[in-house]
């Protein structure tokens, strides 16, 4: 009996339901019955009442798929949860297309596990959305195919499950409420950088790193992700490259309620290339990447060409001078090859989690990018910044400008009661470097410029090397480092490795540092490189060494404790060489 339903329920939704789109609304049927369709009606009717009558009270309710406008219910059709992956996605696709042709804005898929054949697409201004239960848990999964038809892998093991339009003038196009499941497992210990669970650019899934932008290509851009369970993806989770005005995670909603949830990935939680304006909130990342092979939690940055013309993007406003007359040049330029760096990124309020072979945070070139009240636990690097590798890493070049790295906490105690990540050490802190050139011109030094780090707390850094410790800095010009909370840290608990210039490092407090080995020295200050000083350059012949824009004071270090190689500040006699700092008073915290 449930098959003879079944099939006429497929022919209610093939014959019938193109009839009640045509302005029949919820009670289509009684329509129907009077324009003529009453045989059809009456047998639909009848079968359903036989085949639910038979079923218990949950299993008699109907799955449909809803339109809104707002939150206005204005139609519904019939969802069967059955069908092959193929019938699925045209399901899917069609009822997005409905909702484009009848203005509604928002579609709702029941509560279910839909396997999908397709990548589905998002139209303009559309929100797709799945069911919640009362308690706000998803109830809606689309999922991946892992054979197709012919018993070969599905292609959706290798593309993106979802993708989006730009947004309109008054509506962003959205993503919410879903379970996307790729099923791909870390124990294959294969990555599949391909497969994603979100792909937002306008650039075809197949472009390649490398081949450069299209001209004249207009970014992405007024999409929102929000309230969406992501797992099981083989490269990553949510992927940006040349969007802008993207918004992932409710902004407002309660820091302990995570908006996003993105666990068990291959390469990235979440990764993006040239992105402008876009917000990162409210997100808990966990476990990703495999043994030996980088992995990010967040990470926004841009692809690397082979030279300067290639690199930068023509129209960059950083090729054109800070001045009236570069801004009219750069007005006037126009786009023909090369990159973006990302610019203007918010990543705040997340939860990154359970990464043991690479970084929860980073940013490879970015411009005003801000790190902000995340909370770290599990993860081999939290957070670095930094530039690009050129030349077999042989060299750096394109350093950041303009970071925020504020409120975070890294390792802390209640935060690893709460969240239980794995036991992973963590191997340095917070890390901020330019780089060893300004561009591939290779003319001048790439100093990371007008950087801030403070109202940190980082705990438990076990560093391998003794340049390394909780919070580190190398190659930046006027650097602030203040009010920040270390403890229990080996080698360094803040550390200066080379040409930091113009450096403020103060109100900082450093515990409980970790006896060093024998033959090592623990720091709570540790001077490591050279060229630690208030001169501009490293051209000591311009411009005599000097100490003025420097300040060092206010820091509430841990004590000197020469029988346990613990030292209040350390500076390497072998490789400080130009060194000059403001030293004021320093607090000695008394051991225990």
């Known amino acids: 009996m449930r098959t003879i339903a079944f099939f006429i329920g497929m022919f209610y939704n093939s014959y019938c339901l193109p009839i009640k789109f045509k302005n029949y609304g919820e009670y289509g049927m009684m329509k129907m019955y009077k324009k003529g369709y009453g045989l059809i009606t009456i047998l639909v009717i009848m079968m359903g009442i036989i085949w639910y009558g038979s079923l218990d009270t949950k299993a008699a309710e109907i ?72 308690n706000g848990n998803n109830l809606t999964t689309l999922a991946v195919p892992e054979l197709n038809v012919a ?70 851009h007024d999409i929102s992700v929000e309230d969406m369970t992501i797992r099981n993806f083989g490269g990553s989770g949510i992927y940006m490259d040349f969007v802008k005005d993207v918004t992932i995670g409710e902004i407002n909603s309660d820091q302990e309620e995570k908006s996003n949830s993105i666990e068990s990935i291959g390469y990235g939680g979440i990764i993006g290339y040239s992105v402008d304006y876009v917000k990162i909130h409210n997100t808990l990342i966990s476990d990703v990447g495999l043994d030996g092979k980088q992995a990010y939690g967040i990470a926004v940055s841009w692809y690397k060409g082979t030279t300067d013309a290639n690199q930068l993007a023509d129209d960059d406003r950083s ?57 770290v636990m599990g993860v081999r690097f939290p957070i670095v910044v930094g530039g690009m590798d050129y030349e077999g ?69 076990q560093t391998i090397k003794n340049i390394h410790g909780g919070i580190s800095i190398h190659v930046t010009y006027g650097a602030q480092v203040l009010f920040n909370r270390v403890d229990h840290t080996l080698f360094n608990g803040l550390v200066l490795m080379s040409s930091n210039k113009k450096t403020i490092l103060e109100n900082n407090t ?6 060093a080995p024998s033959n090592e020295v623990s720091a709570s200050l540790g001077i490591r490189g050279s060229h630690n000083n208030g001169n501009s350059t490293n051209d000591y012949l311009l411009e005599p060494l000097t100490d003025m824009g420097t300040s060092f004071i206010n820091n509430i270090l841990d004590g000197s404790y020469p029988s346990k190689n613990i030292f209040q500040i350390y500076q390497n006699p072998v490789s400080t060489s130009n060194n000059m700092l403001n030293f004021g008073e320093m607090s000695v915290v008394e051991p225990k």
């Open 63 to 134: 799955a449909y798929i809803k339109y809104y406008t707002g939150d206005k219910l204005e139609a519904k059709t019939t969802a069967i949860s059955n069908f092959d992956p193929a019938s699925i996605s045209n399901s899917i696709t069609g009822s997005l297309n409905i909702a484009v042709r009848y203005n509604y804005t928002r579609v709702q898929l029941p509560e279910g596990t839909y396997q999908l054949n397709q990548t589905l697409n998002v139209p303009s201004g559309i929100t797709l959305e799945g069911s919640r239960d009362d």
């Open 151 to 220: 018993g070969e892998a599905h292609v959706l093991n290798t593309q993106a499950l979802i993708t989006a339009d730009s947004g309109t003038d008054v509506r962003n196009t959205t993503i919410r409420r879903l379970i996307l499941d790729g099923g791909w497992h870390a124990s294959s210990n294969r990555l599949v950088e391909s497969q994603k669970a979100i792909f937002l650019s306008p650039f075809p899934q197949s472009k390649k790193a490398g081949d450069g932008y299209y001209k004249d290509v207009q970014r992405k």
């Open 319 to 375: 090729r054109f001078e800070d001045t009236a007359d570069g801004e009219a040049l750069w007005k006037q330029a126009s786009y023909t090859n090369g990159y973006y760096p990302s610019t203007n990124v918010t990543i705040k309020n997340n939860v990154i989690m359970n990464i043991a072979s690479w970084e929860a945070l980073d940013t490879h070139s970015g411009k005003n990018i801000k790190f902000i009240g995340n909370h």
């Open 393 to 461: 890493a042989t060299i750096s070049a394109y350093p950041p400008e303009n970071i925020l790295i504020s409120e975070n906490k890294i390792n802390q105690a209640t935060d690893v009661q709460c969240y239980k990540p794995k036991a992973i050490s963590s191997e340095r802190g917070i890390v901020a470097t330019g780089t060893q050139f300004n561009d591939l011109t290779k003319e001048n030094m790439g100093f990371l410029k007008t950087l801030t780090i403070k109202n940190n707390e980082v705990s438990d850094i």
């Open 510 to 515: 450093v515990t409980d540092m970790k006896e």
